[in-house]
């Protein structure tokens, strides 16, 4: 009874760690909060993983870990960001901007429960992603200027309920043997974590970005292509009028 437990032990991690992440911003340890949302992403990274290899796949799983990521990569992320870049600016503007971001992502996840999407791909922009990169970036707000995060924001926002296909490395399987190091594995990436906050959340800000920056990249071609389709399409019917 309690294997079939553990996964939703670290979706419950997954959560614990979203609220200490908020409370951290609210403390002004933006670091240590961005942190905290990283380690989230593992946890859920985790739980899928660990619940396939013990068999232990669940309707209350799959619910508990939607409801999770909504707090811990939707408003959590957001109000990192709140915190750090926008707090004192207009506030209706920052109010809609903050709270469009985790409502996309319940949108993104309630999309993903319903519908089957394509083998190996996700239909838009995974939640832990955007708020992984959503909760790094903000430790770059003395570098970059509070329009410039509204505008990032809105872009993973729009990314997330975009219909881009995203690659799936979730389905990748964790050997049974392997459960008992993952406690162990998280551990260590906390603790590695907790000593070297700032380089850690910058480092791993590099490969969520370029694997969201993947998503721009197939829409622009994807809007590429529409346009020669609709260009080519208007040259033949003015041949044909010719």
């Known amino acids: 009874m309690f294997t079939k437990s553990i996964p939703n032990l670290f979706t419950i991690g ?26 989230a992403m ?11 290899a013990l068999n232990a796949q669940s309707e209350f799983g799959k619910e508990l870990d939607s409801l999770s990521d909504v707090i811990s990569f939707g408003v959590a992320p957001a109000i990192i960001m709140y915190v750090t870049s926008f707090h004192g600016m207009h506030q209706p503007l920052i109010w809609a901007v903050t709270a469009i971001f985790p409502i996309c992502g319940a949108l993104r996840l309630a999309r993903f429960n319903v519908r089957s999407g394509i083998p190996g791909y ?19 707000h003395d570098e970059i200027s509070a329009p410039y995060m509204i505008i ?3 872009i ?9 296909k995203y690659p799936n490395f ?14 162990v594995v998280i551990i260590a990436a906390v603790a590695i974590a907790v000593i070297f906050p700032d380089q ?6 590099v490969p969520l ?13 994807k809007l590429t292509r529409k346009r020669r389709r609709d260009q080519s399409s208007e040259h033949k019917v003015y041949n044909d009028h010719s």
């Open 200 to 205: 850690t959340s910058k480092l791993i800000f």
């Open 152 to 154: 990032a924001m809105l």
């Open 42 to 52: 593992l946890c859920d990274g985790l739980d899928g993983r660990m619940a396939r």
């Open 122 to 140: 996700f239909i838009g922009l995974p939640i832990p992603a955007a708020g992984g990169v959503l909760a790094t970036l903000s430790l770059f």
């Open 14 to 39: 997954n959560l614990f760690l979203g609220m200490v992440g908020i409370m951290l911003a609210f403390d002004n340890k933006f670091s240590l909060a961005a942190i905290m949302i990283i380690i």
């Open 156 to 164: 993973l926002s729009y990314l997330m309920v975009s219909t881009v």
């Open 170 to 183: 979730k389905k990748v399987g964790l050997p049974k043997k392997a459960v008992m190091y993952a406690p």
């Open 209 to 221: 970005v370029l694997y969201a920056a993947y998503g721009i990249k197939q829409n622009v071609k």
